[in-house]
């Protein structure tokens, strides 16, 4: 079986240029959805938020410019795409009143992907040769959610 995890690169690209252009987007990202920057499914959408993250945790506010600058001081303007990729998502955002939405979704493809994740394990668990019923019953239960 050869899956594609969940994710919604149009829901990526637009909360994080939400976030570059409108206030709000920030706090609903940041504070009410609270997104983790591994809840992205792109590195480079990963290595951006945790830019803007970093940021909105010293109080800083969060334009294509200081993101950027960010970035290139973390070492991972390049990881990220690059200063025009950067400022491109502030060009491509289509609604940013829709970040909340867009965030919530960013979160519901990451629970996806660690669910199928924890899938996998415990059918390497299933699959392991040499244990008792109650040895895979018990280390399936241990798997991470």
Known sequence: MNLIPAHDLDAETNL????????????????????????????????????MLELHLHGRSLDSITVTDELRRQGKLDE???????????????????????????SEKATLRRML???YEIQEVIDAPGLSLEERIDQAEKAPN
């Open 117 to 119: 994740a924890t899938s």
């Open 80 to 106: 990220a795409g690059g200063q025009e990729y950067v400022f491109g998502l502030a060009e491509k955002v289509e609604a940013a009143g829709n970040a909340a939405s867009f965030a919530r979704i960013v």
């Open 16 to 51: 994080l240029g939400a976030m570059l252009v409108y206030v709000p987007a920030v706090e609903w990202a940041i504070e009410e959805i609270a997104l983790d920057p591994g809840d992205f499914y792109l590195d480079r959408h990963q290595a951006i938020y945790a830019g």
